[in-house]
């Protein structure tokens, strides 16, 4: 009987990781949508959310989080706000979106090897601070780049005329020529 228990247990679990991770992916799908549909508001709403995690996080250091830590997070927030200045559209290439990106990983393990200092710290709350306070805006302006590749085409001076291109063309073109035709790969 336990062996039974304990295969439909791992089973179970196993149904659920991937139930969890399918809905996270729906639902990233959907706000994505939403995004696309809706700028404006997709831009007040990342705006005000960033305002409310700058109170959580002062609230938080009420519990006694790190006051430095704290005041780095606030600046990283104030930096990914800067990105919605021409909102939806991004520059990838830009300093604020590349100082932006090596903010987000820097933030990450600012706090990760804070936690782990703290050993008394239950990995719930762990968890829900990290994505609340860390992960929550970064992850925002994430999903807000996506319909920006399928519906709006980012644009770069070429001479004196303006050539429309894809977003993730005009990211990628730095590592790749685009001169060099793709060699096909065929049985001889």
Avoid at 34 to 60: C, F, G, H, M, N
Wanted: with cysteine; charged share 10%; glycine share 6%.
């Amino acid at each position: 009987m336990a062996l039974v228990l304990s295969a439909l247990s791992t089973i179970g679990w196993a149904a659920g990781l991937v139930f969890g991770i399918f809905s996270l992916a729906c639902g990233l799908y959907v706000t994505s949508e939403w995004v696309e549909e809706y700028p404006r508001q997709a831009r007040k709403a990342i705006q005000l959310s960033t305002w409310a995690i700058d109170a959580l996080l002062l609230l938080a250091l009420l519990d006694g989080t790190s006051i430095w830590r704290t005041l780095v997070t606030l600046a990283t927030n104030h930096v990914y706000m800067q990105n919605l200045t021409n909102f939806p559209l991004v520059n990838l290439s830009g300093p604020v979106f590349l100082g932006s990106c090596i903010l987000a990983v820097g933030n990450h393990f600012l706090w990760f090897f804070y936690f782990i200092k703290w050993p008394g710290i239950l990995f719930g709350e762990v968890c829900a601070f990290m994505f609340f306070c860390v992960w929550l805006v970064p992850l925002a302006l994430f999903v807000s780049l996506t319909p920006v590749d399928a519906a709006l085409p980012s644009s770069r001076e070429a001479g004196t005329k303006r050539v429309r291109q894809n977003m993730f063309k005009t990211m990628f073109s730095k590592f790749v020529r685009s001169e060099e035709q793709p060699q096909l790969l065929h049985n001889e």
